[in-house]
Protein backbone atom coordinates (compact mmCIF):
# COMPACT_ATOMS: atom_id res chain seq x y z
CA UNK A 1 0.00 0.00 0.00
CA UNK A 2 1.67 3.62 -1.22
CA UNK A 3 0.38 6.27 1.15
CA UNK A 4 0.01 9.51 -0.68
CA UNK A 5 0.80 13.16 0.95
CA UNK A 6 -2.52 13.89 1.86
CA UNK A 7 -2.38 10.26 4.06
CA UNK A 8 1.10 10.53 5.40
CA UNK A 9 1.24 12.67 8.81
CA UNK A 10 3.01 16.23 8.17
CA UNK A 11 6.32 16.65 10.56
CA UNK A 12 7.49 20.15 10.75
CA UNK A 13 11.54 20.12 11.13
CA UNK A 14 12.72 23.29 12.33
CA UNK A 15 16.94 23.63 12.93
CA UNK A 16 19.34 26.49 11.60
CA UNK A 17 22.05 23.39 10.92
CA UNK A 18 20.80 22.91 7.05
CA UNK A 19 23.06 20.01 6.43
CA UNK A 20 21.80 18.46 9.78
CA UNK A 21 17.81 19.18 8.20
CA UNK A 22 18.46 18.01 4.56
CA UNK A 23 19.66 14.49 5.83
CA UNK A 24 16.94 14.00 8.43
CA UNK A 25 14.36 15.28 6.61
CA UNK A 26 15.09 12.55 3.89
CA UNK A 27 15.32 9.95 6.79
CA UNK A 28 12.15 11.18 8.04
CA UNK A 29 10.35 11.13 4.88
CA UNK A 30 11.47 7.32 4.08
CA UNK A 31 9.67 6.62 7.18
CA UNK A 32 6.61 7.79 5.86
CA UNK A 33 6.46 11.09 7.40
CA UNK A 34 5.67 14.38 4.56
CA UNK A 35 8.45 17.08 6.09
CA UNK A 36 8.33 20.91 5.59
CA UNK A 37 11.94 22.77 7.13
CA UNK A 38 12.29 25.55 8.54
CA UNK A 39 15.76 27.17 9.85
CA UNK A 40 14.24 29.51 12.72
CA UNK A 41 10.65 30.29 14.66
CA UNK A 42 10.43 33.01 12.18
CA UNK A 43 9.96 31.06 9.57
CA UNK A 44 8.43 27.95 11.32
CA UNK A 45 5.02 29.65 12.74
CA UNK A 46 3.75 31.39 9.52
CA UNK A 47 4.27 27.50 8.20
CA UNK A 48 2.69 26.18 11.42
CA UNK A 49 -0.18 28.53 11.45
CA UNK A 50 -1.13 27.24 7.63
CA UNK A 51 -0.69 23.57 8.38
CA UNK A 52 -0.17 22.66 11.68
CA UNK A 53 1.37 19.79 11.77
CA UNK A 54 1.28 16.48 13.69
CA UNK A 55 4.84 16.36 14.18
CA UNK A 56 7.72 18.88 14.93
CA UNK A 57 11.52 18.25 15.65
CA UNK A 58 12.18 21.64 16.92
CA UNK A 59 16.10 22.38 17.83
CA UNK A 60 16.45 24.51 20.97
CA UNK A 61 19.13 27.25 20.43
CA UNK A 62 18.67 28.66 17.06
CA UNK A 63 19.53 32.59 15.69
CA UNK A 64 16.14 34.27 16.97
CA UNK A 65 14.00 33.17 18.96
CA UNK A 66 14.47 29.71 20.91
CA UNK A 67 12.82 26.71 20.09
CA UNK A 68 10.79 26.86 23.87
CA UNK A 69 9.15 29.84 22.20
CA UNK A 70 7.94 27.68 19.34
CA UNK A 71 7.27 24.63 21.55
CA UNK A 72 4.73 26.84 23.23
CA UNK A 73 3.25 28.23 19.85
CA UNK A 74 3.00 24.65 18.35
CA UNK A 75 1.11 23.15 21.40
CA UNK A 76 -0.98 26.38 21.74
CA UNK A 77 -2.22 26.00 18.02
CA UNK A 78 -2.18 22.15 18.51
CA UNK A 79 -2.27 20.23 21.83
CA UNK A 80 -2.37 17.39 19.91
CA UNK A 81 1.18 18.00 17.94
CA UNK A 82 3.89 15.69 19.08
CA UNK A 83 6.93 17.75 19.91
CA UNK A 84 10.34 16.22 20.41
CA UNK A 85 13.26 19.06 21.31
CA UNK A 86 16.68 18.55 20.06
CA UNK A 87 19.58 20.52 21.70
CA UNK A 88 23.16 20.07 22.04
CA UNK A 89 23.13 22.07 25.34
CA UNK A 90 21.08 19.73 27.46
CA UNK A 91 20.26 20.53 30.92
CA UNK A 92 17.70 19.61 33.24
CA UNK A 93 15.98 22.94 33.50
CA UNK A 94 15.73 23.22 29.51
CA UNK A 95 14.23 19.49 29.65
CA UNK A 96 11.24 20.95 32.72
CA UNK A 97 10.62 23.50 30.71
CA UNK A 98 10.00 22.55 27.20
CA UNK A 99 7.77 19.23 28.93
CA UNK A 100 5.82 21.92 30.80
CA UNK A 101 4.95 24.10 27.02
CA UNK A 102 4.02 20.99 25.29
CA UNK A 103 7.52 18.86 24.11
CA UNK A 104 6.71 15.44 24.17
CA UNK A 105 10.23 14.29 24.42
CA UNK A 106 13.65 15.82 24.68
CA UNK A 107 16.49 14.64 23.39
CA UNK A 108 20.36 15.30 23.60
CA UNK A 109 22.10 15.41 19.74
CA UNK A 110 23.65 13.68 18.32
CA UNK A 111 20.23 12.08 17.98
CA UNK A 112 19.30 9.21 15.27
CA UNK A 113 16.71 8.94 13.10
CA UNK A 114 15.12 6.27 15.12
CA UNK A 115 15.58 7.60 18.55
CA UNK A 116 13.59 10.80 17.29
CA UNK A 117 10.62 8.87 15.76
CA UNK A 118 10.91 6.41 19.17
CA UNK A 119 10.42 9.87 20.97
CA UNK A 120 7.08 10.98 19.41
CA UNK A 121 5.32 7.99 21.25
CA UNK A 122 6.90 8.70 24.58
CA UNK A 123 4.29 10.33 26.93
CA UNK A 124 5.25 13.28 29.31
CA UNK A 125 4.56 12.85 32.50
CA UNK A 126 3.30 15.50 34.25
CA UNK A 127 5.45 14.28 37.17
CA UNK A 128 9.15 14.09 36.54
CA UNK A 129 11.07 11.09 37.98
CA UNK A 130 13.24 12.68 40.44
CA UNK A 131 16.67 11.42 41.64
CA UNK A 132 16.83 10.24 44.95
CA UNK A 133 20.48 11.76 45.63
CA UNK A 134 21.43 15.49 45.25
CA UNK A 135 22.91 17.46 43.11
CA UNK A 136 26.51 18.34 43.25
CA UNK A 137 26.97 22.09 44.17
CA UNK A 138 28.71 22.35 40.69
CA UNK A 139 25.75 20.58 39.01
CA UNK A 140 23.51 22.96 40.57
CA UNK A 141 25.74 26.34 39.35
CA UNK A 142 25.48 24.71 36.16
CA UNK A 143 21.73 24.43 35.65
CA UNK A 144 21.71 27.68 37.09
CA UNK A 145 23.69 29.22 34.45
CA UNK A 146 22.00 27.28 31.73
CA UNK A 147 18.74 28.95 32.68
CA UNK A 148 19.89 32.50 32.99
CA UNK A 149 21.60 32.04 29.66
CA UNK A 150 18.20 30.63 27.89
CA UNK A 151 16.57 33.99 30.00
CA UNK A 152 19.09 36.01 27.71
CA UNK A 153 18.28 33.87 24.71
CA UNK A 154 21.96 32.86 24.26
CA UNK A 155 23.98 36.11 24.66
CA UNK A 156 27.03 35.36 26.83
CA UNK A 157 27.92 39.02 28.05
CA UNK A 158 24.56 39.50 29.15
CA UNK A 159 24.54 36.76 30.98
CA UNK A 160 27.87 37.59 32.33
CA UNK A 161 26.53 40.72 33.60
CA UNK A 162 23.69 39.08 35.45
CA UNK A 163 26.03 36.58 36.98
CA UNK A 164 28.39 39.28 38.56
CA UNK A 165 30.96 36.90 36.03
CA UNK A 166 33.68 37.56 33.50
CA UNK A 167 32.44 36.88 30.06
CA UNK A 168 35.67 34.02 29.54
CA UNK A 169 34.79 32.58 32.70
CA UNK A 170 31.37 31.74 31.95
CA UNK A 171 32.57 30.62 28.95
CA UNK A 172 34.64 28.13 30.39
CA UNK A 173 32.20 27.15 32.68
CA UNK A 174 29.98 26.72 30.02
CA UNK A 175 32.21 24.76 28.12
CA UNK A 176 32.78 22.20 31.08
CA UNK A 177 29.99 19.47 31.64
CA UNK A 178 29.38 18.94 35.37
CA UNK A 179 29.49 15.27 36.78
CA UNK A 180 25.93 14.31 38.81
Same mark, same amino acid.
Given at each position: ??????????????????????????????????????????????????????????? !????????????? &?????????????????????? &???????????? !?AKPA???????AFGH??????????????????????????????????????? !???????????????????
Open positions: MILTANEKPSLLLVDDDSTFCTVLARALEKRGFTVTIASNVEQALPLAKENPPEYAVVD !LKMDGASGLVLTK &ALHELDPATRIVILTGYASIVT &AVEAIKLGATQY !LNTDEIVASASPELQLNTLPASVDRLEWEHIQRVLQEQQGNISATAR !LLNMHRRTLQRKLAKRPSS
